[in-house]
């Protein structure tokens, strides 16, 4: 018996039936993978913009002596939490304490002796007011003589003397009269705590101190202690930064885009973040609030040069600011130049371009020096109270 060789043979149909099953089935799950990327990218995916390229930063403040000195104490250290107003670095207080001493005790002696212009107002004018009375008396009397020198009850000589005493009385009028002007001219128009002698001195004693309270450093802002240089006995210089302070409750996120992603980006749309500190399964919500002026290329030390032969195009990034929620950076908080993930919701078109954002506040404020200049105030006017006998306020104070 023989077989045909074109017949099939029906082993080998089971076998074609689950090749094609298969290919079927991977073809229709390719199909459902692209319908379902499709989807997912139509209604999702395009509307995400995301990159790697991203740093947290914050605020750097330099702490500086505003006068120099010589160190005779640190009281805070690199990573040490240091709130506002308290004491970093003390320097020796000696020299500056002798001039203060010396600008209160001219400031003193210049309250005393301006009282004692006012006073001579008093003085003066009365002077004017005898020397006035002197020549009224002496004019009546020459009225009166004049009539008896034809009788001879009076003599031509005591005529004579009495006309000379009149021109003296003149002269000792007009004389005090002027001693009276220049008096006026030192103290018209002001106050013994307004006048301009005791305010050059009070100027002079604030700056004294200004200069004694500034031996202690105190901290601007509340943060944590980094790269502090400052030794004991090192001899610093007004405005040479010694340490610095991170406030770690302000940080943000420089998002470094690519030029192609920054059409659809916003001002106050919202971001989502993850640090690689903590891992993936810890996020961060913040909102884009910024774009930076230029490429760092732009900014760096040996800028690009493209308008050259060779030149090459390379896809730029423009650094994005991202403002971080203060309640999640005290939960899990963050270090100045850690490395994030970000992705950006683009659904809202609606906000400004992000290169047309503009601030409507500071960007950082401080009132510790406040405090300084009030308490000087608060000096001049005990000063001057005490030597002027009443009480006075000048300056802020009061």
Request: hydrophobic share 45%.
């Amino acid at each position: 018996m023989t077989t045909d060789n074109n017949t099939p043979n029906p082993n080998t149909l089971p076998q074609e039936d689950t090749r094609k099953r298969r290919l079927l089935l991977l073809g229709t799950a390719c199909v459902i993978a692209a319908v379902a990327y499709g989807a997912y990218w139509a209604l999702v995916a395009r509307y995400k913009v995301d990159t790697d390229n991203a740093y947290v930063q914050g605020n750097v403040v330099q702490v500086t002596p505003q006068v120099g000195g010589t160190v005779i104490a640190i009281d805070a250290d690199d990573t040490d939490a240091v709130k506002v107003g308290q004491m970093l670095v003390r320097l020796d207080p000696v020299d500056a304490r002798v001039a203060l001493d010396q600008a209160e005790a001219q400031l003193a002696q210049t309250v005393r002796e301006v009282r004692a212009i006012f006073i001579n107002d008093t003085a003066l004018a009365a002077t004017v007011n005898v020397r006035q009375a002197d020549l009224e008396r002496l004019n009546a009397d020459l009225g009166r003589r004049q009539g008896l020198v034809d009788g001879g009850a009076v003599s031509v000589e005591e005529l004579q003397h009495l006309q000379t005493a009149i021109t003296n009385a003149k002269s000792a009028l007009t004389e005090a009269k002027e001693q009276l002007a220049r008096n006026t001219a030192l103290t018209e128009g002001a106050t013994v705590e307004t006048h301009p002698r005791v305010l050059a001195a009070a100027g002079k004693y604030r700056e004294a101190w200004l200069a004694f309270k500034r031996a202690g450093i105190a901290a601007p802002v509340a943060g944590t202690v980094a790269r502090r240089s400052v030794q004991v006995g090192q001899r610093v210089a007004s405005g040479v930064p010694i340490m610095a302070i991170v406030p770690l409750d302000q940080l943000w996120v420089d998002a470094n885009f690519k030029e192609s992603q920054l059409e659809s980006l916003r001002v106050g749309q919202p971001v989502t973040l993850t640090a690689d500190v903590y891992g993936h399964h810890t996020e961060y919500k913040g909102k884009v609030v910024g774009l930076g002026a230029g490429t760092g290329a732009a900014f760096s030390l040996l800028p690009a040069q493209n308008a050259t032969g060779n030149w090459i195009k390379v896809v730029q990034r423009v650094p994005v600011r991202i403002a971080l929620d203060a309640q999640e950076l005290t939960a899990h908080p963050l270090r100045v130049g850690l490395s994030m993930e970000v992705t950006v919701d683009v659904h809202d078109q609606s906000g400004q371009p992000v290169a047309e954002a503009s601030r409507s506040g500071p960007v950082a404020s401080t009132d510790v020096f406040d405090d300084l200049t009030k308490a000087a105030d608060e000096k001049v006017n005990a000063i001057v109270s005490a030597n002027l006998g009443r009480k006075v306020s000048l300056g802020h104070a009061g």
